[in-house]
Structure formats: C-alpha cells, structure tokens
C-alpha cells in the first residue's frame, strides 16, 4: 500500500516507521520536499521511505495520514490541495492543543467543534477517521504494557474507511479497537488526549495509554 503522510514532527515519523516496517511505501510530506526532517528519516527506511510536499504526499496516498500541528491542519490541507484527498481514507492523529502558559494545553476548539470535523469538512469527499491521537507517539507500533495492550478509540463517519484503518491498527499491535461513532466523536477523543497528558505530568510518565476494563 502506498501511504502519504502530512506533517514531518515525531507523531508523522513515528506512524511512517510503522507503516515502513509492514511493508509498505511511505512518503512524508512537509512544506518543501527537501525538509532536512524528513530527508533524515528516509535515509532509515530502506528505500521504502520518501520525501515531497504536502500536495506530493497527499497525491501519493492510496491512505493520507493528518500528522501536523492540530490547530494548523487545515491549512495545511488547503495546501496539499483538497482534490488530493477525494476518496480516499484520511486517518486523523491530530490534536488542537493550545499551550497559553506552562500548564497542560486545553482544546484550541473547546467542546463545540473538533479537528476531526474541521479536517472532514476540509476535505468532504475523504473519509476521515479520527485514530492514534490518545496517546504518544512511543506507544503507536506495536505497544507494550506489563497488563497487555491498551484499547485504540476510533471514530468517523464511513464504516468502511472504518474498517479499513481497524485493520491498518490490528497490523499495527492493536488488538482492541473501539469505534465511538461519527467524526463528532473527535470531541471526546480530543479531550481525551488532553486527559493523557495532564495524567502523565502528574505520573511524571510519559508511557501510558487508557484501557477499558470489562467483566
């Protein structure tokens, strides 16, 4: 499968390692297709990695990955040219953190709205899943915990492209996912990332990830 991924920080290094090591061809897109970020990580990859812009890694896609700065995803999707994205299965791992002082970030869109379904709207004729955003970046590829793997949260509107990134997660090392509903279930996730983080600055652990316990 060919997979592009927007954005060049530690979350879109981390799901291209991922996806490289499957098999699959990966390329990273940022602003300038010679981004010393990117170039550098697809020097690591075997030749299954590459470099290009955000419109380059968008077209190359048969799945798009959102891996930017969450309050600037649209953006950079306008720069990737929303065309790029017709179809196609876009899996959202962003968050819209605002970091005003130096407490724990808080949710740039509060509760009325969401990254997911600004991106969706962005983007109406892809299928946005909403994934991976509700832990770190350490934790994405096949996670290991001493209690067993934690539970991915997923939500969108198609079943299918659904389906599809439930997949690419169980390749991934996630044997439990639980899909919340339409991409206004982005809500609750993005809150849930701001949860993770205001629990790892009070466990001075960065190396946690939420798991449902059942009877």
Do not use: Y
């Not at 060919?2 to 920080?9: D, E, Q, R, T």
């Not at 812009?53 to 306008?78: K, P, R, S």
Request: a neutral charge; charged letters at 20%.
């Amino acid at each position: 499968m060919k997979v592009g991924i927007l954005g060049s920080g530690d979350v879109a290094k981390a799901l291209g390692t991922g996806f490289v090591t499957l098999g699959h061809e990966v390329r990273l897109g940022s602003r300038t297709a010679d981004n010393p970020k990117t170039v550098e990580w697809a020097k690591g990859t075997n030749g299954k990695g590459s470099t290009g812009t955000f419109a380059e890694a968008a077209a190359f896609g048969e799945v798009v990955v959102l891996a930017t700065l969450g309050v600037a995803t649209v953006d950079v999707i306008l720069l990737a040219g929303a065309v790029h994205f017709d179809g196609k299965v876009v899996i959202d791992a962003t968050n819209p953190l605002s970091f005003t002082g130096q407490g724990p970030p808080t949710l740039a869109f509060g509760h009325s709205s969401s990254a997911g379904e600004e991106n969706q709207k962005a983007i109406p004729r892809a299928r946005v899943v909403k994934a991976f955003n509700t832990t770190g970046n350490p934790n994405f590829f096949r996670p290991k915990f001493p209690h067993g793997p934690p539970d991915m949260f997923i939500c969108g509107n198609d079943a299918a492209a659904k389906k599809t990134v439930e997949k690419i997660l169980h390749d991934f090392g996630w044997p439990s996912v639980i899909d919340i509903g339409g991409i206004e279930g982005s809500r609750e996730l993005e809150a849930l990332c701001v949860l993770w983080v205001k629990s790892a600055m009070v466990l001075n652990d960065f190396n946690i990830a939420f798991r449902l316990l059942r009877k």
